[in-house]
């Protein structure tokens, strides 16, 4: 249960944010702490090893948290559903 809320949650960033990595890590803040994934300092920290890696923030976002709260498939199911609502418009 905890894996589809992990990817429900990235799927409801990805498809209501615009703005890119920047504008998401506010509504990233919000709902790692509503649910408890991350603390403060954790986040910060996320977000600065999300700028010196390659790739989108967002995306390397999502991947640090989802790694934290659900391993290796966690880290799939956040990229997956951060990404899922851009290429389903980029597709249509």
Known sequence: M??????????KIGAFTFGGGYAMIAMIQAEAERHG????????????LSESTPGPLAVNMATFVGIRTGGVLGAI???LGIVLPSFIIILI
């Not at 905890?2 to 799927?11: K, Y």
């Not at 994934?37 to 910060?44: A, G």
Request: proline share 0%; no cysteine; hydrophobic share 70%.
């Open 77 to 79: 199911i956040a990229t």
């Open 37 to 48: 994934w991350l603390t403060q300092e954790e986040l910060v920290d996320f977000v600065a």
């Open 2 to 11: 905890a894996l589809i809320e992990l990817f429900l949650v990235f799927l």
